[in-house]
């Protein structure tokens, strides 16, 4: 039980303004990241500005030994999407 009362005491220490102006800081940039979050969970699906296609993936291909090596994404609204590919070793890296 002791152990565990010195646990509580040090958490209701009062924070330094170091740590305060942090905690602030880190709240703020939670906000942030909600936010962008919310802006990108709402975008219109039908936009054709948005990065992935609403709905299944029908095919993929991936092409190597050419100038645009690429994974190609066909789905299934007939949209596609072209992730550039390159070879780091013996793994290709496709996005």
Do not use: H
């Amino acid at each position: 039980m002791l152990p565990l009362l010195g646990l509580m005491l040090v958490g209701c220490q009062p924070y330094s303004p170091q740590e305060s102006e942090q905690i602030q800081r880190l709240e703020m940039r939670l906000l942030q990241l909600e936010q962008r979050l919310n802006t990108i969970q709402n975008a219109n699906p039908g936009d054709p500005s948005a990065k992935v296609p609403v709905g299944p993936i029908k095919s993929v291909t991936f092409r190597t030994g050419t100038a645009d090596d690429r994974l190609r994404i066909y789905w299934e609204n007939g949209t596609r999407s072209d992730l550039p590919c390159t070879k780091e070793q013996a793994t290709w890296v496709c996005g």
